[in-house]
C-alpha cells in the first residue's frame, strides 16, 4: 500500500502488509526504511507478542483537511488458547504543510494482555559502514556516534528512559551523507529509546519503545519524523529548537531575568561545591564498617565562612556557594524533614553569619535540598504517601547516606518545599539560590494511591512547581542534571556532562562528544563545568569553554567516586584554580545568554572544535595540543 502526500517535495509512504514495516520516499527518489530484520511486536507479562499474531488485522487509507496515511487495526491476540479482547490502532501519516510523518500507537481495548513495552515505529536501516554515517544520541550532554565507531556501545542511562540523565531531550537523530531525519517522542512521559552498536560498526540501530502509565498504555503515543536535506547534527538540532519555540516552551535566560533579574548575578559566578556535615547511617550501602572513621565528618559553618573570605581576598569577584550538608542529621538524611541548621557546625546563627558573609562579599549563597527521597527515619515519614505501584508496592532501598527510604510522591512535594522554605526564612537565612536534588536527573515517579494518584507528566509538573514556587519568591531553581521537561523553570544545573566525563578518566569515550543539548538550550539554562585536569592529556576546562559555560572553582563531591567525582585528577595550587575559573567566567559572562548557534569539528578534526555564540563570539580548543583561542574576545592559552 502506498500513500502519496500532495504538493512539492512530498513524501510517500509506503506500506507492506506482510512484514508490517513501513518506508518513506521522496520525489527525488531518496527513501528511509525501516530495518528489514524489525518485526514490531509488545513484550507482555506472557512474553513477546508480535502484531502480526493478531487473527484480525486491517488496513485503510487515512485522510483528513491536513494529510493522509494508512490506518490499521489489530485485534484477536490469543491468551492460554482463548481469543482476548486487547485491540489496539496504527497510524502513519504526513502532515501536507511540513512534509513530516507521525507515527501513532492508538490503545482501544485493554484488556486480555498485560502489555509491559510497545517497540513501534522499527528502527531505520543504517548499515553502512561511513563515518560520514552517524547517529545523534541526546545521551546527557550529547554523543555522535559513526558507523564505523570502534567501541561497541553500552546501553545509557536509566534505559534511555526521555526525561532522565540517559535523554536529556526526547528525540534521536541520523545522517547520511548529509541527509537526514529527526525522530521527536511527541508523548514522552512513558518512553525511552534503546540502541545497538557493535564495536566497530559496520551499522547503529535506535528505536522507541513506549511503556505503560499506571498499568495502562491508557493513551495515543506519538513519534514525529521531521526529514531533512543537506544537513548535520547543528540543523538537526535547530530543528528541535524550532519545535520546542512552535510549542512555546522555549524559556530563555533573558526571559527568566525579566522575573528575577538575579539570573544576571549568577551569569559569571565561580561555583564554589562545599558541604558541611555528613553521617552515613549503619543501614546504609555507603557505611564503611571496616573504616568506621572514614563514614561521617563535619566542617563547621564558621570554617566555610573563613573560606569565603579568604577567596574574596584572593580576588574571586564572582561566586557562587552550594552548600550540602547544613541540615541535622546530616548530608542525605531524614528528608524531607532536613532540619535544623547543624547545631555542632554552629546552628542557625552560624549559618544565618556565613549567608551573611556571602553576601557582604557580593557572592551567592544556595543550598543543597531534596523532595524525592523519602527517608523512614523522617518524623513525618507516613507509607501513605509514599510513591505506590499499581500492584501495591512501594519501592524502598538504602543506597544513600541516610539508609532505608522510599520516594515521596510528588503531589507531596510542593507543600514540603513551602514548609522548609519559609522555616528556613524564620531563621533569616537569605537565599539566592536553591537545588533540589535528582529532579531532572531520575524519571519521573508515578503512585497508584488513590488519595494521590499520580502519573509520569504529573510528576514532572509537580516538580516544575516546585521550581516556579522558588522562583515566584525570588530564589533561582537548580536541580542535578537538565532535561527538556524542565526548561520553562529551571534556571541553572549541577552539571550537564557529556557521558564520558562520568566514567573514570581513560575509559574508551562511547562516541564523540558533541554539545547537542547546548546546541538546542544553551541560552536557556546556565549549566557549570567539571574543571579537573585529569591528565596531561585531558583539561575538562576546554569542554568548558566550548559550552560557553560557568566554571566550578572547587567541588567536594558528597560521594567518592561516583558523579563524575573521581581521585585521579592533577593537583593545582588554588590560585591556578582561581584563575582558570576565572578565564571560563569571563567567557561566560559575554555568552551566558546567547545562542549557541554552531557547533563544527575544525577541518573536519574531533580534536579541533570550534563553537559560535549569537553575536558572533566563538571559541576555538585544541585539545591534542589543549589549547584554546578566544574569537572577538581575548585570545589565550593556558
Known amino acids: 500500500m502506498v500513500i502519496h502526500s500532495s504538493g512539492e517535495n512530498a513524501i510517500h509512504i509506503c506500506f507492506d502488509e506482510k512484514t508490517l514495516t513501513f518506508s518513506f520516499k521522496k520525489d527525488d527518489g531518496k527513501e528511509w526504511n525501516w530495518d528489514k530484520s524489525y518485526v514490531p511486536y509488545m513484550e507482555c507479562e506472557d512474553g513477546k507478542v508480535l502484531f502480526g499474531d493478531a487473527a484480525g488485522i486491517s488496513h485503510q487509507p487515512f485522510h483528513t483537511g491536513v494529510g493522509e496515511g494508512i490506518l490499521s487495526t489489530y485485534c484477536g491476540f490469543e491468551k492460554e488458547g482463548k481469543i482476548v479482547p486487547y485491540k489496539f490502532q496504527t497510524l502513519v501519516w504526513v502532515e501536507n504543510a511540513t512534509r513530516e510523518v507521525y507515527c501513532e500507537w492508538i490503545p482501544l481495548q485493554e484488556e486480555g494482555l498485560e502489555v509491559k513495552k510497545v517497540f513501534w515505529p522499527g528502527p531505520m536501516e543504517f548499515s553502512e559502514k561511513r563515518e560520514d554515517w552517524y547517529t545523534l544520541l541526546t545521551h546527557q550532554q550529547g554523543m555522535l556516534l559513526p558507523n564505523t565507531w570502534e567501541v561497541e556501545l553500552e546501553a545509557p542511562s536509566f534505559e534511555g528512559f526521555f526525561g532522565t540523565a540517559g535523554a536529556y531531550m526526547p528525540w534521536f537523530a541520523q545522517v547520511r551523507e548529509r541527509e537526514g531525519y529527526l525522530a521527536v517522542c511527541v508523548t514522552p512521559w512513558n518512553a525511552g529509546y534503546q540502541t545497538k552498536h557493535p564495536a566497530g560498526g559496520p551499522y547503529t540501530q535506535v528505536s522507541i519503545r513506549f511503556e505503560p502509565s499506571l498499568g495502562k498504555m491508557d493513551y495515543r503515543r506519538v513519534v514525529k519524523y521531521t526529514f531533512l536535506e543537506d544537513c548535520d547534527y547543528n540543523d538537526i538540532c535547530k530543528a528541535y529548537r524550532n519545535y520546542v519555540d512552535e510549542q512555546g516552551r522555549l524559556r530563555t535566560l533573558e526571559e527568566k531575568a525579566v522575573r528575577n533579574p538575579s539570573v544576571n548575578d549568577l551569569i559569571g559566578c565561580a561555583f564554589l561545591h562545599k558541604g558541611i556535615k555528613t553521617f552515613v547511617q549503619p543501614n546504609s550501602d555507603f557505611y564503611d564498617a571496616e573504616n568506621p572513621e572514614k563514614n561521617n565528618h563535619l566542617t563547621t559553618f564558621a570554617r566555610r565562612e573563613q573560606e569565603i573570605r579568604q577567596l574574596h581576598e584572593m580576588g574571586v569577584e564572582k561566586l557562587y556557594l552550594h ?183 581513560g575509559s574508551p569515550k562511547q562516541a564523540i562528544p558533541v554539545p547537542l543539548y547546548n546546541l538546542v538550550y544553551h541560552d536557556c539554562v546556565i549549566q557549570p563545568w567539571m574543571m579537573e585536569k585529569v591528565s596531561e592529556e585531558e583539561d575538562y576546562m576546554l569542554y568548558a569553554l566550548l559550552n560557553g559555560g560557568a566554571p566550578y572553582l572547587v567541588r567536594d563531591a558528597a560521594y567518592p567516586n561516583i558523579d563524575g567525582a573521581f581521585d585521579s585528577a592533577v593537583e593545582m595550587k588554588l590560585e591556578e584554580d582561581i584563575h582558570r575559573a576565572k578565564v571560563v567566567s569571563d567567557f561566560h559572562e559575554k555568552v551566558g545568554k546567547r545562542e549557541m548557534v554552531r557547533h563544527e569539528f575544525v577541518n573536519g578534526n ?17 585539545f591534542e595540543k589543549q589549547r584554546y583561542e578566544i574569537l572577538q574576545g581575548q585570545p589565550g592559552r593556558h
Open 323 to 505: 552548600l550540602d550538608g547544613w541540615a541535622e542529621p546530616g548530608y542525605d538524611n531524614c528528608h524531607p524533614d532536613y532540619g535544623p541548621a547543624c547545631e555542632a557546625a554552629g546552628g542557625w546563627e552560624g549559618m544565618k553569619s556565613l549567608a551573611d558573609a556571602i553576601h557582604e562579599c557580593g557572592y551567592l549563597f544556595g543550598i543543597h535540598d531534596q523532595y524525592r527521597d523519602y527517608y523512614l527515619t523522617a518524623q513525618s515519614f507516613d507509607e501513605n504517601f509514599a510513591c505506590r505501584l499499581p500492584d501495591g508496592t512501594i519501592l524502598q532501598h538504602q543506597r544513600w547516606a541516610g539508609g532505608p527510604q522510599s520516594y515521596l510522591c510528588a503531589t507531596q512535594a510542593p507543600y514540603y518545599v513551602k514548609r522548609n522554605f519559609e522555616e528556613l526564612a524564620k531563621h533569616g537565612i537569605e537565599l539566592d539560590c536553591a537545588y533540589l536534588d535528582v529532579f531532572t536527573c531520575n524519571e519521573g515517579d508515578e503512585c497508584d494511591n488513590p488519595m494521590h494518584r499520580m502519573t509520569r507528566r504529573d510528576c514532572y509538573a509537580y516538580r516544575a512547581r516546585c521550581f516556579e514556587y522558588l522562583l515566584k519568591n525570588g530564589i533561582l531553581p537548580s536541580s542535578e542534571e537538565v532535561n527538556d521537561w524542565a526548561v520553562e523553570s529551571q534556571v541553572f544545573c549541577h552539571y550537564a556532562p557529556y557521558d564520558f566525563m562520568m566514567r573514570v578518566p
Open 606 to 622: 574531533p580534536q579541533i572544535q570550534k563553537t559560535t555564540f549569537a553575536g558572533g563570539i566563538s571559541v576555538q580548543v585544541d
